[in-house]
């Protein structure tokens, strides 16, 4: 019987929406469609605008959710023209999961505001999405898991388990998103002794896309080739690397909240002459001495390390990870079997699938929910 869903992601590097159709019939899913859609300069301006406090920003919003749905119904309408180049229709998609885009992500916001939980946003506009796709919309992931106690992040590591775990080993599996974040896969999953773990490490390409738009006026270093071009900072990098958020044992999560060129800025203070392609240099090397702290903390009887997120493609950060971490095979993720751009994408067609099964998504060992929640909302056709 055909088990298919659609999953679009749109994450922190604010590049644009990825979607991908999976086929789950069989053991391991299968990805049979893909389609990238970039935002334009000004949707990525008013997104960036709205990761802060801002004017009228309801308003702004709610027209952003708007726009975002029409951009996944372009995604949603190229994945459906390549699905009917293979004999499948639209009727036999099952859901949409659309994981909206996140602007505040502060899930523990515990003080004396409203029954002392936080929460963390995603603007999208499910509704309109259904509309224009006519197809059944799932939704809003992530608010159950910190409703109960969670980080609401990351839910990719039970995906990843699904396609990259192996019975016979343990792996670890990088995210290089505007955010970056690792999952530890368990040879024994379902074990109380050795459970899946992951947690945001910190900065995937944030910051190294933020300074190379302000500097150069590109979007993002390609291939890591301005960074290669500077010398490492090693006084800027101990500064940054004095962040409290490194230090926090997990279950922990966070976003441009945090890391965002405000935050930059204020660690730029005391410097002043240095040139722009050393600090683009030091950033890497924030990314790669953070992630493969995490992993020599967490991940170190790993025999890999699978690289997904479009950091994958930043060659010079990858041999940065590969030095730091010399015992184990950097790679990217296309080398086992999804290319890096479709990981995250995937990960929200299962997790659409769970929810319509009315299966739990989250696992507690990772997010630190109370219990595993079924998540996400259901927009039907
Ligand atoms: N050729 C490349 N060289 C360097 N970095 C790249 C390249 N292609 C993509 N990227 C990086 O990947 C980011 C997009 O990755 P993605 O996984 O979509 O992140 P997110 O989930 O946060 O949107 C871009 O913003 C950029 O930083
Ligand atoms: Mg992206």
Request: charge should be neutral; include cysteine; glycine fraction near 8%.
């Amino acid at each position: 019987m055909s088990d298919y869903y659609i999953g679009l992601m749109s994450g922190t590097s604010l590049d644009g929406a990825d979607g991908v159709l999976v086929d789950f019939s069989s053991k391991k899913p299968q990805v049979l469609a893909s389609a990238t859609e970039p935002f334009s300069d000004s949707f990525r301006a008013e997104l960036l605008a709205l990761n802060s406090p801002t004017d009228n920003e309801l308003h702004r919003a709610a027209l952003a959710g708007n726009q975002l749905a029409a951009v996944y119904a372009k995604v949603v309408a190229a994945l459906l023209a390549r699905a009917a180049a293979q004999g499948i229709s639209a009727t036999q998609i099952q859901a949409i999961g659309a994981h909206g885009q996140t602007v505040r992500h502060q899930p523990q916001r515990t003080s004396s505001e409203a029954a002392g939980v936080g929460y963390t946003l995603q603007l999208n506009n499910p509704a309109l999405l259904a509309e224009l796709t006519g197809l059944n919309v799932v939704a809003d992931f992530r608010s159950r898991d910190v409703a109960a106690g969670g980080q609401g992040a990351p839910l990719v590591p039970a995906f990843h388990q699904s396609v990259f775990g192996r019975p016979d080993a343990i792996v670890a599996v990088l995210n290089l998103g505007g955010i970056s974040n690792l999952s530890v896969l368990s040879h024994e999953p379902s074990s109380f002794r050795s459970p899946i773990s992951g947690f945001d490490c910190g900065p995937g390409n944030a910051l190294i896309d933020a300074w190379c738009q302000q500097n150069t006026g590109q979007a993002f270093d390609a291939g890591g080739a301005w960074a290669a071009t500077g010398q490492l900072l090693p006084v800027l990098l101990a500064r940054l690397l004095q962040e409290p958020y490194f230090f926090k044992p997990p279950p922990k999560s966070t976003g441009r909240d945090l890391f965002s060129l405000a935050w930059l800025r204020e660690k730029l203070a005391s410097f002043g002459t240095e040139r722009p392609e050393d600090i683009q240099n030091t950033l890497t090397e924030l990314t790669a001495y953070a992630c493969s702290a995490d992993v020599l903390s967490y991940g170190k009887n790993s025999k890999e390390l699978i690289v997904c997120g479009g950091g994958a493609f930043n060659q010079y950060l990858m041999e940065r990870l590969q030095t730091r971490l010399p015992f184990l095979c950097v790679c990217p993720s296309d080398r086992y079997g999804l290319p890096p751009l479709q990981v995250e994408a995937a990960a929200f067609a299962w997790l659409a699938r769970q929810m319509v099964r009315r299966e739990p998504g989250n696992l507690p060992s990772v997010t630190g929910a109370a219990n595993p929640r079924i998540l996400g909302a259901f927009y039907p056709a």
